[in-house]
């Protein structure tokens, strides 16, 4: 925890300071593996943060990984509520989200670990409006309609504790562009997401600080009521005092109402670094993270 809020992670940088060159679901698909895993988080970060991967769905041979992401489910719901992002990656797009084999078996997988007790964070097709996406829904009228429809399908086809969490890149929607306002207005589905969510980076022209405080004002307007859920976490190590500046702000309750953020502890890709600088929780050369001493003694 840092104050109120719970904290997971993903985090490929504190997994390659222990030999671990993936963490991906299948990467991790090990006992020993996985252990390993969970020592590089908690020895970087202090505490025992919770879990979160990714999940690409209608690709070709997609249903093969049910089983690892089963065995990853439950090994991470000992560290806490896990979080999964589930990406539509395939050709079909938002098509796979269906009543397929496929699906009937992620919904198995749910309702095994609604029995057990566990509650997954679902992140629906995160990131969709960036214009990029494979899966993208900007300024598409049609893609959004499909998105909203498919978002009401899954809620309503998935057992409750599969919860969602909207998750949209605030860094775009800071930008304040009005495609980017609209495709956001247009593709909210008020009363099926147990948390507003959004991935955040502190980059050359956004602080997280300003960039979460409009963000936050923003979706207000669109829902009163339901609390938020930061998806992902990062920034350069130029910009860790703004980062520092943020959690702080979150563990002195500056948004109360603010429920759970997750690190993205690494790189994001060879194009960010080259053009943003090095990503990530730990400075070079070092072995734990600069934000270990913001962790409650008890995590």
């Given at each position: ?12 940088e504190?997994a390659g ?72 990656t ?45 899966y993208?829904v ?25 919860r ?23 593709m909210?589905?008020?009363g ?8 955040l ?86 072995q ?12």
């Amino acid at each position: 925890m840092i104050g109120h809020v719970q904290v997971g992670a993903f985090a490929p940088e504190s997994a390659g300071l222990y030999g671990i060159k993936n963490v991906s679901l299948a990467a991790l698909d090990n006992e020993k593996t996985y252990a390993l895993y969970r020592l590089a988080i908690r020895n970087t970060y202090g505490a025992e943060l919770s879990d979160m991967n990714y999940l690409g769905v209608g690709s070709v041979g997609w249903e093969h990984r049910m089983g690892i992401f089963r065995r990853w489910l439950f090994r991470a719901s000992a560290y806490g509520d896990p979080t999964i992002a589930i990406e539509p990656t395939g050709p079909e797009q938002f098509g796979a989200f269906a009543d397929t084999p496929e699906m009937r078996e992620l919904r198995s997988i749910f309702r095994d670990a609604d029995i057990a007790g566990i509650i997954v964070w679902v992140r629906f097709a995160s990131e969709c409006n960036l214009r990029k996406s494979v899966y993208s829904v900007y300024y598409n009228k049609l893609k959004i309609a499909q998105y909203r429809s498919k978002v009401r399908w899954f809620h309503a086809y998935m057992p409750a504790n599969a919860r969602l969490v909207f998750s949209p890149l605030v860094n775009t929607v800071a930008l304040k562009q009005p495609q980017q306002l609209n495709t956001i207005r247009s593709m909210y589905e008020p009363g099926v997401y147990a948390r507003i969510g959004g991935t955040l980076y502190a980059t050359q022209w956004i602080d997280p600080n300003k960039a979460f405080a409009w963000y936050h004002t923003f979706m207000r307007r669109l829902d009163a009521t339901t609390p938020f859920q930061i998806c992902e976490l990062g920034g350069t190590h130029s910009k860790k005092a703004q980062l520092l500046e943020f959690l702080t702000k979150l563990s002195k309750q500056t948004w109360p109402d603010v429920q759970r953020v997750n690190l993205f502890a690494g790189e994001l890709n060879s194009r960010a670094t080259t053009e943003q600088g090095r990503f990530g929780f730990v400075d070079e050369g070092q072995q734990t993270s600069y934000i270990m001493s913001l962790f409650s003694k008890n995590d």
